[in-house]
Structures are given as structure tokens and as C-alpha cells.
């Protein structure tokens, strides 16, 4: 972290010097936006050229997002019974076609999908829920007696054409507190200022109390970020955690479950003066993360304040990181008291859009009652996107829109020494015609070729991997192939590990080990897709994992230190 900030002062140095030649320029080459309430979507070049208009199935009914290379993430209205303004009740993924390829309907009685999504690095998408609660002094302390749409992010994994699986989630009504209601053990607190990692449920408590209306994901941090429109405030909230501890106040990267790790923007509702912070919040949107490789603001949070009654601003803040977690007292305002803003085109928007923080330090900003701008960070209107009416704008760099998809294969994976092996390599690209590739192999045994598909003789195990490269674009993406050289018979050892079974598969929580001599030392380790390692066992024939939640794991057996072949596992409760 501290090596990034010392970089980013570097770059600031460099573009000062340089004066407007830097700032100056527009960043990236297409501007992606769907016109809210219409089927229409566009991509539209620096040069104000249409690049790709789509005409959906569906108007978008918020947010939507270009995934990388070919694929739009959209949201879709669906009537539901609860919810008030940016309700929306269906996520669905659009390909370049136009075709839709998966959608996922959240909309009942008691719960409804609404405004912001996120797509996350693993293919899943986040998405904000309405959900009903009865709140009264008996149940959680509430002053009032009333029916309260508050909510929860759940993470779902996209399975067949039209469903999918929740693989975590997290609900607000978990971490509330109050001082009123002493009797209410589960939520009382003897002052709520002394508790700002939870919401004090008497804070202007009616029915859409919350009113969650921007998602962003820290791949880096494992991290939740989200906006509220009712409490002109943001909120971090730890990933890492199972379903269970995020239900809980401890447990995840944090240690402290599902409890908020850092808020800002209002200390009212945390029981302080309003007045101590200056954020300038009134009705915000659209909060995120400002990418580690921006050159002015690098990690630091954004929010679109759409400061009613009032021109919108740009707000930008650096929170005060402290490893997982984030530094402040408890009892004090939250800092930090200072926000920057932007200087920007003077617009007014009551409700929604959004900014993004370009790679060369400008802005692109979103009027969702008018036009797109690119602003450059010394406040000059660089292009305007006119009458486009998004909620969401986002520009991309011309390899995230047109780039390929590169892989790599072998005409035999497993070999005796010295056999012939013809490699393979192919690129797909949706988005071109007719691209010009060129091909660079090498491999962790001192292999090279520019042929596209080399011939080999291997004598050792080896990875090889390849660079393709569309030529006319710049565009670059890598693939590679193991090809393993067996050498004559095999070690009792290596024959145990490949008559392992490990069963029932899927299974709601218990797995068994078979065919497995349990006289013999072994250890069986369990990891999540991010990597995570949840489970380290010696010596077992069964592991009891109910208490992970739905989804993909990984478990790898070792006996005498000898790793077998990583193993897939679906729990399915």
C-alpha cells in the first residue's frame, strides 16, 4: 500500500511537469452505456463514432456493465410486490449478439432485487435484495412497529439458462443495535455511538429505511463496498467470511464477521453531529473502489453525491486502511473530515448516475437526465456524449472490448520420453472478423517457437505456454498445456492417490475417504475458489463441511507428503 502511494506522488510529479500534454488527452476508446427504460445499448468511440448498438430484450431498468471481450451484465425490471424506486427483480448476461445467455430472477413477496449489480473475478454476480422485517420494541427494539424492507447482498453463481445458486450472502438485519430497549439483549447497546460497526435500527427508522443503491468488489481486500441513499452513506463489509459468520460479529480476514469494517459520509446515524464530517453528502450513488494503477487516486473510495438541491459532485476520499481492517475510534467521527471534488460540468440529478476514475487521472461522469462527459483532471471538458440518459457509463480500452481469448493444447498429455507431440494454439475473438494473430511458445525447459503449432520430442515434464497476439490491435492473452513425461512403472504411493474416491459428490456436508490404507500418514486440506484454505486434517476418513455454504471446493490428499490430483467437491444442501 505504501509503495503504491509513493508511485502514485511519482506520476502526480510527472504530470504536473508535463502541464496539459498528459491531462489533456482522452483515456481509453469506447464508452459503454444502456439508455435507461430502453432496449438500447452503445458503444461509442472518442471520436463520438457508434462503434455497437445493441436492442435488447428488455429495457435496462439500471445499471448495466460490458464484462470483458463480449458480454453485457444487465438488469431487468420484474414487478414485484415490495420495493420502491430502482427496483429492478432480474440480472441478466447478454452476449455480443444480442442473445441472452442467462438471467436470474429475484422477485417475491418478501424479497426484491434492486438498483446496483456487481460482477465479481469468478463469474458470479452480486446483487442488492429488498427483504421484509416486522420491527417493533419486542423484536429488535425498534421505537416503531413497522413492516421495513431492509436488505441483503447475496452472491449467486450462474448454473443453467435461468438459475443459479447462492453461494453467500449477508443481511443488514444481523448487525443492528439500540440504546432504547434494554429488555432487547440481542441488539442493545448502552450508546450506539461507542458501536459504528453496526446500524442503529431507531435512525429514521420507515419502511424503505436503507435503500442500498451502489455495489462495488475488492478482489484485492476480499471486500463489499455499498452506497445508501436514505443515510447519505457508505459501508465496507468483510467477503472472506462464510454465510454463517457473516451473520455473525466475528470470523472472516477482519475478524469481525459481518459487522461493518469502516463507514462514512454521515456520523449522524451513528449517534454524532453531522456536522463533524465533511463529505457533503446529500442522496448519494454509485460508490466503488477507485482502481490500485489510477494515477491520483490510487485505492481511495468515490461516491456520486448527487447533493439535492444542488449541482452533483464528485466525491473522493482516502480511508484510513489498516491491513483488513480500518483505523478510527470508537465514540469519534469517522474520518477522514475532508473530501475532494473534481471539477466538473454543472448538471443537476435529484436521483441515480455514476463517475469512473481514468487510468490517466480523468473523469468520466454521468448525468442520468442527459449527457456523458470526459473530463480532464484539470476541469476541461474533453468529449461529450450527448442525450445518452444512462444511470451507468463506463469507458473501456480497446483490448477490454476487442480482445481475445487465447488457448493451448496438445495432441497427447501424457507420454512415454522421446514421443511426438504436436502443440496447439487458437485465439477466439467475438468482436473481429477476420483478426491477424501471431504466436510466441516457451516452456519452463528453455522451449521457443513462433509456429502455431510446433512439434516436440519431450523428454521431461514440461508447461508450455503461449502468447497470442492480434497483430492490428496490440491486443495480447496467454494459454498453456502441460504434457507430462511418465517414466516406466509407478510407485505404490502414486497408485494409492489415484484410487483415492472421495464420495458422496455433490453432498450436503459429509464427505468420505476411500480406498485410502489408513495405516499411512495423510493429511486432506479443503479450499474455497479464491484459494482460501478452510480445512487441514491428518488421518481422517470423513470431514464433516456443513457448515460451508453451497458452492465449488477444492480438496487436495496428500500421503507421506505426496500430493494427489486436486480434487473438485460441490456441497448442495
Not at 449489480?117 to 420491527?135: D, F, H, Q, R
Request: overall charge neutral.
Amino acid at each position: 500500500m505504501k509503495k503504491q502511494k509513493i508511485n502514485s506522488v511519482l506520476v502526480i510529479l510527472i504530470l504536473l511537469m508535463c502541464g496539459s500534454k498528459l491531462t489533456a488527452q482522452q483515456w481509453g476508446l469506447y464508452t459503454f452505456y444502456a439508455t435507461q427504460n430502453t432496449t438500447q445499448a452503445k458503444l461509442v468511440d472518442t471520436n463520438g463514432t457508434v462503434y455497437k448498438t445493441w436492442s435488447l430484450a428488455s429495457s435496462t431498468a439500471y445499471s448495466a456493465y460490458l464484462l470483458p471481450k463480449d458480454t453485457i451484465l444487465q438488469t431487468v425490471k420484474v414487478n414485484g410486490s415490495i420495493g420502491g424506486g430502482g427496483s429492478t427483480g432480474k440480472v441478466r448476461k447478454v452476449n455480443w449478439a444480442g442473445t441472452t445467455v442467462w438471467e436470474y430472477t429475484v422477485s417475491d413477496a418478501s424479497t426484491q432485487m434492486h438498483h446496483d449489480v456487481c460482477p465479481m473475478p469468478n463469474g458470479n454476480v452480486l446483487l442488492i435484495c429488498y427483504e421484509t422485517k416486522s420491527a417493533s420494541p419486542t423484536t429488535v427494539g425498534c421505537s416503531s412497529t413497522i413492516t421495513v424492507w431492509s436488505e441483503k447482498i447475496i452472491e449467486v453463481h450462474p448454473t443453467g439458462a435461468t438459475t443459479g445458486t447462492i453461494v453467500w450472502e449477508w443481511h443488514l438485519w444481523d448487525h443492528l443495535c439500540q440504546s432504547v430497549y434494554p429488555s432487547v439483549t440481542s441488539t442493545y447497546v448502552t450508546n450506539v455511538s461507542q458501536h459504528p460497526e453496526l446500524m442503529n435500527v431507531n435512525y429514521s427508522i420507515k419502511q424503505d429505511w436503507f435503500h442500498m443503491n451502489g455495489i462495488d468488489y475488492n478482489a484485492q481486500l476480499d471486500q463489499i463496498l455499498v452506497s445508501s441513499h436514505a443515510n447519505s452513506e457508505i459501508y465496507v463489509i468483510d467477503h472472506s467470511t462464510t454465510t454463517a459468520q457473516a451473520a455473525s460479529h466475528s470470523g472472516g480476514n477482519s475478524g469481525k464477521g459481518g459487522d461493518f469494517l469502516y463507514r462514512w459520509g454521515n456520523p449522524a446515524t451513528y449517534g454524532l453531529s453531522s456536522t463533524g464530517n465533511n463529505s457533503g453528502f446529500n442522496v448519494i450513488h454509485d460508490a466503488h473502489w477507485i482502481p490500485s494503477n489510477n494515477p491520483l487516486y490510487p485505492n481511495y473510495m468515490c461516491a456520486y453525491n448527487n447533493n439535492s438541491g444542488g449541482n452533483v459532485k464528485i466525491a473522493i476520499w482516502n480511508p484510513p486502511y489498516n491491513g483488513y481492517n480500518y483505523t478510527y475510534t470508537a465514540g469519534s467521527i469517522i474520518g477522514p473530515t475532508t473530501v475532494i471534488n473534481p471539477t466538473i460540468p454543472a448538471f443537476t440529478a435529484s436521483d441515480m448516475g455514476n463517475s469512473q476514475q481514468l487510468g490517466n487521472g480523468n473523469e468520466l461522469v454521468c448525468n442520468p437526465q442527459g449527457s456523458i462527459y470526459e473530463v480532464s483532471s484539470t476541469g476541461t471538458t474533453l468529449q461529450t456524449i450527448a442525450s445518452a440518459k444512462s444511470v451507468h457509463a463506463y469507458r473501456y480500452e480497446v483490448c477490454y472490448v476487442r480482445g481475445l481469448t487465447a488457448s493451448a493444447s496438445a495432441s497427447a498429455i501424457q507420454v512415454t520420453s522421446g514421443t511426438a507431440v504436436t502443440l496447439g494454439a487458437s485465439a477466439t475473438s467475438i468482436t473481429e472478423t477476420a483478426p491477424n494473430y501471431s504466436y510466441a511458445w516457451s516452456s519452463n525447459t528453455g522451449f521457443s517457437s513462433a509456429q502455431q503449432n510446433p512439434a516436440i520430442n519431450p523428454t521431461t515434464t514440461a508447461t508450455y505456454k503461449v502468447i497470442i497476439t492480434n497483430i492490428d490491435l496490440g491486443c495480447v492473452d496467454s494459454a498453456s498445456v502441460t504434457v507430462t513425461v511418465e517414466t516406466v512403472g509407478i510407485s505404490e504411493t502414486e497408485k494409492e492417490l489415484q484410487n483415492i474416491r472421495i464420495y458422496p459428490n455433490p453432498t450436503t456436508g459429509i464427505i468420505n475417504i476411500g480406498n485410502i490404507d489408513y495405516c499411512k500418514n495423510f493429511t486432506i486440506k479443503v479450499y474455497d475458489t479464491y484459494g482460501k484454505l478452510l480445512y487441514n486434517e491428518a488421518n481422517q476418513s470423513a470431514l464433516n463441511l456443513s457448515d460451508l455454504s453451497n458452492g465449488l471446493y477444492f480438496i487436495d490428499i496428500a500421503i507421506n507428503n505426496k500430493s494427489a490430483k486436486r480434487n473438485k467437491i460441490i456441497i448442495n444442501k
